[in-house]
């Protein structure tokens, strides 16, 4: 036996290390701000002001996720000849429009309101049409999102003069550099599919009655 072994070790020093790096799980707390309920911060816009905006804002953040999860959906599911250019496009789109969520929920926060986040509150608050969960052709799958960028548009610019006009630029600025511009891009560049144009022979019938 070693002098070592000798000596008592020091159990009390190593127990009480491993308790203070335990992580304490399953902690429960009350909510520290209900839904519904403002938390002004100090950024010179009147409490009302900041209420109506984030109302607004989290109607338009449950359609900006259902859009966003449209795009993902019409990703996975499309097929046919343009499947490629599609598939990349309605990613990219997806991308942006999750770009754009997150920038609507953090001025929401910023209001001193509270952005929703979940799919069953999205699911209740969102104005766009439910889907099927099958598969659709791409002309429908394009239409399908063209009629949901129309109803994000009609109420971003709705919300955005309610912003001009009560003082809310931050949020007026949000709307019409960001969530409408961005939109109205998405709508030409898939729009454009639509165009019923030959992809390969010109159709001379059309060209000759056009002169
Ligand atoms: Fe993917």
Not at 90 to 112: C, M, N, P, T, W
Not at 118 to 143: F, K, L, N, Y
Request: charged share 25%; aromatic share 4%.
């Amino acid at each position: 036996m070693s002098p070592r072994n000798d000596k008592e070790r020091p159990r009390s020093t190593l127990e009480a290390g491993t308790e203070k790096a335990r992580p304490l799980v399953h902690q429960q707390s009350r909510e520290i701000q209900p839904y519904g309920k403002i938390a002004k911060l100090p950024i010179a816009l009147d409490e009302k002001v900041c209420a109506a905006s984030a109302d607004n804002l989290n109607q338009l953040l449950a359609d900006t996720m259902t859009l966003r999860d449209l795009y993902k959906k019409h990703h996975w599911q499309v097929a046919g000849p343009t499947f490629y250019q599609l598939h990349l496009l309605f990613d990219k789109h997806y991308e942006e429009q999750s770009e754009l969520v997150d920038a609507i929920a953090e001025r929401i926060q910023l209001l001193g309101a509270i952005s929703i986040a979940m799919a069953p509150d999205v699911a209740e608050t969102t104005m766009i049409s439910r889907p099927p969960r099958g598969r659709e052709e791409a002309p429908q799958q394009i239409s399908r999102l063209l009629e949901a960028h129309e109803i994000l548009l009609q109420e971003a610019r709705t919300m955005a003069r309610q912003a001009a006009e009560q003082g809310d630029d931050g949020t007026n600025d949000l709307l019409v550099s960001e969530v409408i511009r961005r939109n109205e891009l998405q709508v030409w560049f898939i729009a454009e599919h639509l165009v019923d144009v030959p992809v390969v022979r010109a159709d001379r019938a059309a060209s000759a009655g056009s002169r």
